[in-house]
């Protein structure tokens, strides 16, 4: 059982270069989530999505996409990079059962916008 | 909308001495509130949650929490603190403004324990 895995987990980009963050887990969880941490800020939660075929904006989802063809993987897309989102992105996922509340976290993302 | 504050940006508490991080919280209903720990180049870890229940929550790596309805508070504790307590600290509450159950965190809060 891996969990939560998120690849890669360092990038640097140029602005406006586009690139595609991948998340996959293999726990069967409905719930996927992307969160970016910023010194400061704490964690934002971006998109989620509460199973295949189903996403929604967070708090801040300017600037990304997302796309949930399957249960196990939730790619975050950066479709024209800029400074401000350089940061720290995690992947989280969870079951769906009403009291399971309990988040599983990835690695992280470390990207870098030049 | 839920949200959580954590008043504290550092915590330093010496090894063996009792430790708390404090977490408050203003929500609509019943609080359904949670502790995560992130240790250095990780990420999160769920360390307890309060849904319902005794007001004394106990969790991973002897981590408690207390939660106090009339200070709106969730504090996490630790009677004995140790050297590798280290971590950052994240309050979180559970977030239904969207409709669907999200978790909303506060900006953590850094635990040093010195030797």
């Known amino acids: 059982n891996a969990g939560v895995t998120q690849t890669p987990k360092f990038q640097v980009l140029k602005t406006g270069q586009s690139m595609t963050l991948q998340c996959a887990q293999d726990?069967?969880?409905?719930?996927m989530s992307w969160y970016r941490q910023d010194p400061g800020m704490g964690l934002r939660l971006i998109h989620y999505?509460?199973?295949?075929?189903?996403?929604d904006q967070g708090e801040v989802p300017n600037g990304y996409n997302v796309s949930r063809s399957t249960t196990e993987d939730f790619p975050l897309r950066l479709l024209s990079a800029a400074p401000s989102q350089t940061s720290v992105y995690f992947c989280?996922?969870?079951?769906?059962?009403?009291?399971?509340?309990?988040?599983?976290f990835g690695s992280g993302t470390q990207l870098s916008v030049l | 909308a839920q949200s959580v504050a954590q008043p504290e940006d550092q915590v330093n508490v010496a090894e063996g001495n009792p430790l708390t991080v404090k977490c408050t919280y203003s929500?609509?209903?019943?609080?359904?509130l949670f502790w995560y720990v992130q240790y250095p180049n990780r990420g999160l870890q769920f360390l307890l949650k309060?849904?319902?229940?005794?007001?004394l929550v106990k969790g991973s790596y002897g981590f408690e929490a207390e939660f106090n309805k009339s200070q709106t508070s969730f504090h996490l504790k630790k009677p004995s603190a140790l050297v590798s307590d280290s971590a950052l600290y994240f309050c979180?509450?559970?977030?239904?403004?969207?409709?669907?159950?999200?978790?909303?965190f506060g900006k953590g809060t850094m635990l040093l324990v010195s030797p």
């Open positions: 989280a996922s969870k079951g769906q059962a009403a009291t399971n509340e309990k988040l599983f």
């Open positions: 726990m069967n969880h409905e719930y």
């Open positions: 999505s509460v199973g295949a075929g189903i996403t």
């Open positions: 929500v609509s209903g019943n609080p359904y």
């Open positions: 309060y849904i319902t229940g005794d007001n």
């Open positions: 979180a509450v559970r977030d239904f403004s969207s409709g669907y159950s999200t978790l909303t």
